[in-house]
């Protein structure tokens, strides 16, 4: 993975002395989780819940988002203790429900006609906070969400940051949370198509999530021992795909594994969207590349094609021993840096350590796989086509 690059404000959370400024200053905290669930999502709510009881401190989560500090939004704010965590370490999904719909600094409002207008109420999610007492939030989510927390820590909201999405493309931590046990779901889900595969003597194509990194397309596909990897990084040449099928075949074998992320790309092309129905309105969204990749494969090549998409089996279910841990680590780490007064920042993983970052740091650019790097030359070594 990309190397970390250490910045002015790093702050090893292990290590460094509190903060006098802050000491004795916070008594109640929030959390809330925006974006897409992830593994570990519950594992950081009980590590934060956990560690502020034993500062002293109370703890309220805020539901789906930062809606539950709006006014015209209560009983969405809710008091946690250790009942209210206990028992979730293992369990997917997020207790406080998150949402990836409502920015605060362009909230939808109805108007009477029936109308959506956008509007600007950063402000008064942050005269929420004060309406609760709340001294501090912890913020939990991806590049969207942390971005959002670092523009409402410019006005004044002392914010700190977890790093949460299963694509593995924050920058500033080794890891996020979440994305070891999406790898493992789409290497057991690759695993479980060989024997159909190669039973039917088929090409099976499984499309996996991300959007401009193909980190767990790259992880699950070497580990499932997949014959062709697609990621966004490294724009494909169908053709070249389908050789390396026509190859296996002349080999012998004559059936294929091949993996894509969602976001990657043919060489001149664009991304693959399909449209979603529901709600007020039909939406484009990303996916659909692997059914288009079936296709071209079976009309080039001849060979029966089928495709298979993961979707939000990769986001939902029980974390892995690994995940739960990270998870864990990154909850009390959060509280530590709210007890020395780093806002403003993200915890992130720098094996062995977990540090404090700037959050424009951490959101300066996507992590994406270097298409130089280690892991691509290991794909390479074995024998795995890129689509290159």
């Given at each position: ?79 946690l203790g250790s009942d209210e965590v206990r028992g979730i370490t293992h369990r997917g999904g997020t207790i406080l429900g998150t949402t990836n719909s409502f920015d605060p600094f362009a909230w939808p409002v109805r108007l009477p006609d029936g109308s959506i207008e956008e509007r600007d109420r950063s402000g008064e999610i942050i005269e929420g906070l ?63 198509l060989h024997s159909t595969a190669e039973s039917h003597r088929r090409v099976m194509v499984v499309e996996v999530m991300g959007r401009h990194a193909g980190w767990i397309a790259l992880y699950s596909g070497l580990a499932g021992s997949a014959d062709v990897i697609l990621i966004p990084e490294i724009p494909f040449d169908i053709e070249r795909v389908c ?146």
């Amino acid at each position: 993975m990309n190397e970390k690059k250490t910045v002015p404000g790093d702050e090893d959370l292990a290590t460094a002395a509190p903060r006098a400024d802050r000491a004795g200053k916070i008594r109640k905290i929030a959390i809330n989780t925006g974006g897409g669930d992830a593994p570990g999502l519950n594992a950081v709510i009980r590590a934060i819940v956990l560690s502020a009881l034993h500062r002293g401190w109370s703890v309220v989560g805020v539901e789906n988002g930062y809606g539950g500090l709006l006014p015209d939004d209560p009983g969405r704010v809710i008091p946690l203790g250790s009942d209210e965590v206990r028992g979730i370490t293992h369990r997917g999904g997020t207790i406080l429900g998150t949402t990836n719909s409502f920015d605060p600094f362009a909230w939808p409002v109805r108007l009477p006609d029936g109308s959506i207008e956008e509007r600007d109420r950063s402000g008064e999610i942050i005269e929420g906070l004060r309406r609760h007492g709340i001294d501090a939030l912890i913020a939990i989510g991806g590049d969207g969400s942390l971005d959002l927390a670092h523009r409402l820590s410019k006005r004044g909201l002392p914010v700190v940051g977890v790093p949460k999405t299963i694509d593995n493309d924050l920058c500033g931590t080794s890891l996020t949370f979440g994305f070891l046990t999406a790898v493992a779901t789409a290497t057991d889900a690759i695993g479980k198509l060989h024997s159909t595969a190669e039973s039917h003597r088929r090409v099976m194509v499984v499309e996996v999530m991300g959007r401009h990194a193909g980190w767990i397309a790259l992880y699950s596909g070497l580990a499932g021992s997949a014959d062709v990897i697609l990621i966004p990084e490294i724009p494909f040449d169908i053709e070249r795909v389908c050789d390396k099928i026509r190859d296996r075949e002349a080999a012998g074998r004559d059936f294929s594994i091949v993996c894509v992320a969602e976001g990657a790309t043919p060489a001149g092309g664009e991304m693959v969207m399909k449209t979603v129905h529901g709600g007020d309105d039909d939406q484009e969204r990303l996916g659909g590349l692997g059914e288009v990749v079936a296709r071209e494969i079976a009309r080039r090549t001849g060979k029966e094609t089928r495709s298979l998409t993961l979707g939000h089996l990769q986001r939902g279910g029980t974390p892995n021993s690994y995940d739960r841990v990270i998870s864990l680590r990154f909850g009390a780490a959060a509280v530590r840096c709210v007890a020395r007064g780093r806002f403003g920042t993200m915890v992130a993983l720098d094996p062995p350590h977990v540090r404090a970052i700037p959050l424009a740091e951490a959101l300066a650019d996507l992590k994406v796989v270097p298409v130089d790097g280690d892991i691509v030359m290991t794909a390479q070594a074995l024998g795995v086509s890129l689509g290159d």
